[in-house]
């Protein structure tokens, strides 16, 4: 496969404006990714997409423009298995990240034991059809329980017509189970239709955490977070409050950031932080959002 960048790839925003937001002391940004450099860190061969590299001191300097603290790498399927990328920024870190893996079901015990020193604590199964091929839930058993002793969990991705069908292997897995991006839900249908009902019912049954992330991938109507808007994606609000209300000491929040795979704009991440208000709307709330629910999760030792 050629090096050469997808066609039509929205490359990071360089310069993401100053939050109005001021997000609480120790905020956690629970859902980011790092790209390469591919210099240094090839892409799978079997990769659906070439990104724009984004490395691990873009990622940083994003943290610290935001007046957050820490991050949550989580493997990109751009990297495939090879989760050296992840690694390496984890161990750059100075233990302000965690990360979430790509493995096979052939993974040994020494090799989780590596990832686990230098700060995975989870694995993600990727169900989005376009960019993955099937699925095998046989060997996704084998690698849930492969990690449960260590404490993992398991990131799900998927999109929300297709849960029915996922549900009761999903609830088979013998680890807790964060879910990216609400599932993925179609914005253009009403947050109490039974699509969504469906997915809230999901996680209360499931125990599942919630990532209130990706509005700029999941919007239909806008507007976007550019120009200085500070009150982008309203159609996605609702949603994502829904969340917050219904489960407010299970629910993470993310940049995504460097934002793969996206066609129609590239968010200024700055004003996609300045979000977070709009669906966490009480001090009380966004402190759970952003720092007690992903410190809880991936950084418990620190706990009291």
């Known amino acids: 496969m050629s090096t050469e960048v997808t066609p039509g790839w929205l490359p990071w925003h360089p310069n993401p404006s100053e939050p109005a937001f001021t997000p609480p002391e120790g905020a956690v940004d629970a859902h980011c990714h790092v790209f390469g450099p591919a210099e240094e860190f090839p892409f799978a061969p079997e990769r659906k997409y070439t990104p724009?590299?984004?490395?691990k001191e873009q990622l940083f300097a994003l943290r610290d423009h935001l007046g957050l603290a820490r991050n949550v790498i989580v493997q990109a399927t751009c990297h495939g298995s090879d989760n050296s990328a992840l690694v390496d920024a984890l161990r750059a870190s100075g233990g302000r990240a965690r990360g979430v893996a790509s493995v096979g079901p052939e993974v040994t015990e020494d090799e989780l034991e590596r990832l686990h020193e230098a700060g995975v604590r989870g694995v993600r199964f990727n169900f989005v059809k376009r960019l993955?091929?099937?699925?095998?839930?046989?060997?996704?058993?084998?690698?849930?329980?492969?990690?449960?002793?260590?404490?993992?969990?398991?990131?799900?991705?998927?999109?929300?017509?297709?849960?029915?069908?996922?549900?009761?292997f999903f609830r088979s897995l013998?680890?807790?189970?964060?879910?990216?991006?609400?599932?993925?839900?179609?914005?253009?249908e009403a947050p109490e239709g039974p699509e969504f009902t469906a997915f809230l019912d999901f996680v209360a049954r499931s125990g599942a955490w919630v990532k209130v992330s990706c509005p700029e991938r999941l919007t239909k109507t806008g507007p976007a977070a550019l120009d200085g808007e500070r009150h982008a994606y309203r159609d996605v609000v609702p949603f994502a409050r829904a969340v917050v209300d219904a489960f407010p000491d299970r629910?993470?929040?993310?940049?995504?950031w460097p934002h793969p795979n996206l066609t129609d704009h590239m968010p200024d991440d700055g004003l996609l932080l300045d979000h977070v208000p709009q669906i966490a709307v009480t001090a009380e709330q966004q402190q759970a959002l952003l720092v007690d629910n992903p410190m809880r999760l991936y950084w418990p030792e620190e706990q009291a």
């Open 52 to 55: 724009v590299d984004a490395a």
């Open 132 to 168: 993955v091929d099937d699925v095998p839930t046989e060997a996704l058993t084998t690698i849930a329980a492969k990690i449960a002793p260590l404490g993992w969990h398991v990131v799900l991705y998927f999109e929300a017509p297709d849960l029915p069908d996922l549900e009761e």
């Open 174 to 188: 013998p680890v807790p189970l964060v879910i990216d991006h609400m599932g993925r839900p179609d914005v253009t």
């Open 251 to 256: 629910v993470l929040w993310g940049t995504d």
